[in-house]
């Protein structure tokens, strides 16, 4: 990235930078924050967080991460892992100030004629699902949840989770861009 | 077979991480938050340590220690009388007694609160 700040631990792996962590070197963890920051404040976004709730999620999500990283065993990938931490976060943050079953109940976003006629990419697909469709496909797609994780970590049935998971995998197939052509590849949002 | 792929199609798009503008700006936030909460960790492991430490010694002064350390330099005098009458090890006859016993055994109390109080409020 241009412009971004290159550290003494640039050409470490997540793993040696766990290690680092671990002994309490934080600057070797801010380098595992600048390599999957972005990865982690973009799931929030497509669980449905806005910017700043989805910055403010992933920032405590790496706080926490960093207080468990002796736990982190290397059996996935650090981002995954931190992504966990964080999907599961902000659906606690949901249920704490009871925006979650309203999500869940919500009906589906309409989505604009034009939207709907033309081949998009996975962010603007994901808006054209309903709330809880969204956080379904995002848990078990982007946070890497079983459906039997997402249904506790939503306190939804199995059965209901994946219909929801079905309903927005069609919604998404009909509407997603084909490979090569997704406006998602290469592009840079807003902060 | 076309619903798996673009399950793994799905699973790739998630896993390619938008660029935020301001990506720079947020890890050096995280890396700020980091650094004030171990400092401030360090400041309350220490200054717990120092109180411990000060209780724990205020304590065994408070509990009567002149009298104590002359009643076991009283009891060390009759157990070395006693011991003369024996045959003691070798090992034994290298060991203090009396009162520096006494003043060892404060030091080690107060390590030893330090160290526990600090494990405790790390352990938290």
Not at chain 1, 96 to 102: F, G, K, N, Q
Not at chain 1, 157 to 167: C, D, I, N, Q, Y
Not at chain 2, 1 to 17: C, G, I, K
Request: with cysteine; net charge positive.
């Amino acid at each position: 990235m241009p412009g971004a700040r290159t550290s003494r631990f640039a050409q470490h792996h997540d793993l040696e930078l766990c290690a680092q962590a671990v002994t309490g070197e934080r600057a070797a963890f801010g380098e595992l924050v600048r390599r999957h920051g972005s990865a982690v404040r973009g799931l929030m976004r497509r669980m449905g967080a806005e910017a700043a709730e989805a910055d403010d999620v992933a920032q405590d999500a790496f706080l926490a991460a960093f207080e468990r990283i002796a736990e982190f065993r290397g059996e996935g990938t650090f981002a995954a892992w931190v992504k966990r931490i964080a999907a599961r976060l902000y659906l606690r943050r949901l249920q704490r100030e009871r925006r979650l079953a309203p999500l869940v109940e919500a009906p589906e976003a309409a989505v604009a004629a034009d939207a709907a006629d033309r081949l998009i990419d996975l962010d603007d697909g994901l808006k054209a699902l309903s709330p809880v469709e969204r956080l379904c496909v995002s848990l078990c797609f982007g946070a890497g949840l079983s459906h039997g994780e997402a249904a506790e970590a939503l306190n939804l049935p199995l059965g209901t989770v994946k219909s929801h998971v079905k309903r927005g995998l069609e919604k998404l197939r009909t509407r997603l861009a084909p490979v090569g052509r997704s406006a998602l590849q290469g592009s840079r949002r807003d902060g | 077979m076309a619903e798996l792929d673009f399950e793994r199609r799905l699973e790739r798009l998630f896993a390619e991480p938008p660029a935020y503008a301001d990506d720079e700006a947020f890890a050096a936030r995280i890396e700020r938050r980091l650094d004030r909460g171990w400092t401030a960790r360090r400041l309350l492991i220490g200054s717990a340590g120092v109180v411990g430490g000060v209780i724990g010694a205020s304590q065994m002064f408070a509990s009567n220690l002149p009298h104590r350390m002359a009643a076991a330099q009283g009891s060390a005098r009759a157990l070395s009388s006693g011991l003369t009458q024996t045959e003691p090890a070798q090992w034994m006859s290298t060991l203090p007694s009396g009162g520096v016993v006494v003043w060892i055994a404060i030091g080690a109390a107060i390590v030893l609160i330090g160290f526990v109080l600090t494990r405790v409020i790390e352990e938290i």
